[in-house]
């Protein structure tokens, strides 16, 4: 069999030298391949199965960063600041505000704890400053470490609304929002739009293997937490097989019931940051089609392959959404099919489509009013009850169009998944489509897979 095949460029995962690649097609499967003069072949199923990887292309116009902080003298991907190369500006800005952190998970993109001390408040003020110059209008994500280590967190969040951003988030284990309800409430007081929750299953043995210790009461008491002060939470399952990829079902189901606290869950398939001698196989990974499959499989149809869409915003091949709204009586229909015929669509421009997913995000994702009293938490909580009725389990109740309208504004609930690519998975065309970017201690902004990328000894190609 002949197989079809494209290039683009990688780079090698033990000297992190610049090669050519190439995406090679095999039936329904796309590997990426690449050999290093001095470290051989390197290969790995990045797309598995349908929808194909042809139909999910969106090719898009480009739209250059605002600011451009390198002239980019080494090429991609080695003096990122942005580039002018770039081809999309920022629609979420991460700012690390500690490295400090509450747990020691054997998976940990940001390889915390670390020694480093944390960023001054006044650091910090900068950091926004930079953030709205290369960012502008983009939303911010506080991430870590464990942001929520910082006493002065409700400080900086409320900094961060006063020089102008609207919707600020963090990126968070929940540990602390669980136990400390005067906390949370500094931070919705100060402005917070949004939790980030890492919430890897609804089993136990899930967090022993992946965290190292057993978190889902934990998890739980934090979404109770953000509930009481209608600050949205997000579901972030880290996606490993044969760990927690049964659960997906599962994940999705107590999601529901966690409507409205609750806006979506976004799945993460694990990414191979940090020292990994050898090159993971196939089985180490979820692709994003098996991940919508399972989606499908496991919700028993309740959510279709069908329902979701690529990203208008970063490249196709990084990412999944789609929204749905949860009815009274519980029924979930979609708010949107997404045909897969990109016959007839034109190339969207890149800046149209940030523009859009800064919004869409900031709305989907942030707080709704009196989510504690309609999410019924002290019943359903996942923690206490098992509960095995499948995702559809509910009846349609009869609305009218304010019914409807007023529904809308408080229980849509998104479901999505974002592929990062780590030194065997990374490909130089997709990297520079990026718009989720980390700012470096020194104001430059770096797409989040090329600041956390490492070599398989561990050495970051940005990190410090
Ligand atoms: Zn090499």
Redesign the pocket.
């Given at each position: 069999m002949t197989a079809n095949r494209t290039r683009t460029e990688s780079l090698?995962?033990?000297?992190?030298?610049r090669?050519p690649a190439q995406r090679i097609f095999i039936g329904d499967d796309v590997h990426l391949v690449k050999t290093?003069?001095?470290?051989?072949e390197f290969r790995s199923r990045i797309w598995r199965g349908m929808p194909s990887f042809d139909q999910w292309q969106r090719p898009k116009t480009p739209a250059g960063p605002p600011v451009v902080s390198s002239q980019g003298e080494k090429g991609c991907p080695f003096d990122c600041g942005l580039c002018p190369d770039h081809r999309q500006r920022s629609c979420t800005v991460i700012i690390e505000i500690t490295q400090r952190c509450n747990l020691d998970c054997p998976v940990c993109y940001a390889s915390a704890p670390s020694q480093r001390p944390d960023p001054s408040v006044d650091v910090i003020a900068e950091l926004f400053r930079r953030a709205h110059d290369g960012g502008q209008g983009c939303n911010i994500q506080l991430s870590g470490g464990e942001p929520t280590l910082r006493d002065d967190l409700p400080a900086i969040v409320a900094l961060g609304r006063e020089l102008g951003f609207d919707f600020i988030q963090v990126n968070t284990n929940g540990l602390r929002l669980g136990r400390d309800r005067a906390f949370v409430k500094a931070l919705k007081q100060a402005g917070l739009a949004s939790v980030f929750l890492q919430f890897d299953g609804t089993e136990d043995d899930i967090y022993q293997y992946l965290r190292g210790r057993p978190l889902l009461q934990a998890k739980c008491a934090a979404i109770e937490a953000c509930a009481e002060q209608d600050i949205g939470v997000v579901l972030v399952p880290t996606l490993v097989p044969g760990v927690n990829t049964h659960d997906i079902g599962a994940i999705l189901k107590a999601a529901l019931d966690w409507v409205p606290v609750v806006r979506g869950v976004h799945f993460q398939p694990v990414s191979y940051f940090g020292r990994y001698p050898v090159t993971p196989d196939a089985a180490a990974r979820i692709t994003l089609p098996e991940v919508m499959r399972a989606i499908e499989d496991q919700s028993g149809g309740l959510f279709q392959t069908t329902h979701f869409g690529p990203p208008g915003c970063e490249n196709a091949l990084c990412s999944f959404h789609g929204r749905f709204l949860q009815l009274p009586g519980g029924q979930v229909i979609p708010m949107k099919s997404s045909p897969l015929d990109t016959c007839c669509v034109p190339p969207l421009k890149a800046h149209a489509g940030a523009t859009r997913a800064i919004s869409a995000v900031a709305r989907q994702w942030a707080g709704r009013k009196n989510t504690a009293a309609e999410t019924g938490l002290s019943g359903d909580c996942a923690c206490r009850t098992k509960k095995k009725a499948p995702c559809n389990a509910g009846t349609l109740v009869p609305m009218d169009l304010d019914a409807f309208i007023d529904r809308a504004r408080t229980h849509t609930f998104s479901i999505s998944a974002m592929a990062f690519q780590d030194a065997w998975t990374v490909a130089l065309d997709r990297v520079r489509d990026c718009c989720i970017h980390v700012m470096a201690p020194d104001g430059r902004l770096i797409p989040f897979c090329l600041y956390n990328l490492t070599a398989i000894d561990g050495r970051g190609l940005y990190r410090p």
């Open positions: 090698c995962p033990v000297c992190l030298k090669l290093c003069a001095q470290h051989g």
